[in-house]
């Protein structure tokens, strides 16, 4: 009996002998699981879509969703007309720092997964990139697309009506929005440049963030508001009323000219009054220290999501509603009332460039109006890039 137990207990121990190299790994495994699973309940950040309820469901003139199959596609049905983005440019600033180069040795590469494709950190930000010209192709397809760099970003951009113009700055890190400003100023002067030597239709031109989707046709601004110079978009928020994500320039020598200064002075206030805030605000807050600085400005019009012209230092500016032109996901509850139906740019503000990976993802087997229906439900999770 005993020799048998002997036995037994041997046999029963024997493969555990094979598995002891293992075991200690899965261990492993499992001490890293449990880190992972403490950091994502710490940040919340999540690596796939969670769908919620839509919002806005049963208001007037906003989209109305049956799961993510829209019911109402009407301000679409425009969409992609072929003519669409005629004379105008988007433009966006945009580099590559060579830290996020690869992975270091000591530190593996993390992996995000969009579909079916992984993506490097570098990798991700370029992903971004030819969303945002996608999406803009397809609702403006006779837009050009011009990528501002930094001649030492060796950034490769081969796309159709697409160009890389390096303009000469300082792209680090906590001074890139500064940096736009200036990039933003110094491509204005060489359109200026380039105007007194051209005759034809004004190039209008749309400086945008690179994690913005285009889901209609920009274009309209510019003919239903002729007397603008340059063009902003606000919110009812009374502390940041103005996002520098959108500004449109009328491509007239007045439109180019006028829009300079403005930055300009933009640039001055960011740099006297908000460095410390350089990194992230400073351009917003600069903006908004500019508008209200015309003693006849009425911030009260930011309250009412309704465009209006208003004349800011000598230059015409038309303030347009972000509800319309910079629709982000909510950010806080309360202040959210689904999308309007005639929706044109979705920003993905923060935490959100995976949804804009994941909706570039989803439309490509579905419509624009079904893909708004999926940001909607989609668009109060915090995602992991
Ligand atoms: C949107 O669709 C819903 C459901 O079909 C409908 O009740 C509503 O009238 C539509 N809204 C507009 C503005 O067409
Ligand atoms: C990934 O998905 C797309 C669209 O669903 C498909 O066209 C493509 O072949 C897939 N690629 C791979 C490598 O499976
Ligand atoms: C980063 O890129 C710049 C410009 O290409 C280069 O001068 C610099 O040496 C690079 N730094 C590293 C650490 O690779």
Not at 23 to 40: G, P, R, Y
Not at 50 to 64: I, K
Not at 179 to 188: D, E, G, K, T
Request: aromatic share 12%; charged share 20%.
């Amino acid at each position: 009996m005993r020799v048998c137990t002997g036995w037994r207990r041997f046999l029963i121990f024997l493969p555990l002998l094979f598995f002891f190299p293992h075991f200690f790994s899965v261990m492993e495994l499992h001490q890293k699981a449990a880190v992972e699973t403490i950091h994502k309940k710490q940040s919340k950040k999540s690596d796939h879509l969670v769908l919620g309820p839509a919002a806005g469901q049963g208001l007037p003139n906003r989209l109305q969703c049956q799961g993510t199959r829209a019911l109402n596609k009407t301000h679409f049905s425009a969409y992609g007309a072929s003519s669409a983005g005629d004379n105008i440019a988007l433009v966006t600033v945009f580099t590559i720092y060579n830290t996020s180069l690869g992975g270091r040795a000591d530190k593996p590469l993390s992996l995000f997964t969009v579909g079916n494709v992984s993506y490097n950190k570098e990798e991700k930000s370029m992903a971004i990139l030819n969303a945002f010209i996608s999406f803009t192709q397809v609702s403006m397809p006779r837009s050009n697309i011009i990528i501002l760099t930094d001649p030492a970003s060796d950034l490769a951009v081969h796309r159709n009506r697409v160009t890389v113009h390096p303009i000469q700055g300082e792209y680090s890190r906590d001074k890139l929005m500064l940096q736009r400003i200036r990039s933003y100023i110094a491509f204005l002067e060489t359109r200026i440049k380039e105007l007194s030597q051209r005759q034809g239709p004004a190039h209008h031109y749309i400086f945008t963030d690179s994690d913005m989707a285009v889901v209609g046709d920009l274009g309209h601004i510019f003919r239903d508001f002729p007397n603008f110079h340059l063009a902003l978009t606000f919110r009812n928020n009374k502390e940041q009323p103005l996002n520098s994500g959108f500004i449109a320039v009328r491509g007239t020598h007045d439109g180019l000219l006028r829009a300079k200064i403005f930055l300009q002075k933009v640039l001055n206030v960011y740099r006297s009054k908000y460095m410390s805030a350089s990194r992230m605000l400073g351009d917003q807050l600069a903006l908004a220290w500019v508008v209200r600085s015309n003693p006849s400005f009425d911030a009260r019009r930011f309250s009412k999501a309704q465009a209006f012209l208003e004349d800011v230092g000598g230059a015409s500016v038309l303030f347009l509603p972000c509800a319309v032109y910079n629709w982000t996901p909510p950010e806080g509850a309360g202040q959210f009332h689904g999308i309007p139906l005639d929706v044109k740019v979705v920003h993905f503000k923060g935490s959100r460039k995976r949804l804009m990976l994941e909706s570039w993802n989803f439309f490509s087997s579905s419509d624009i109006s079904d893909m708004l229906c999926l940001i909607l439900m989609s668009g109060r999770t915090k995602y992991d890039f």
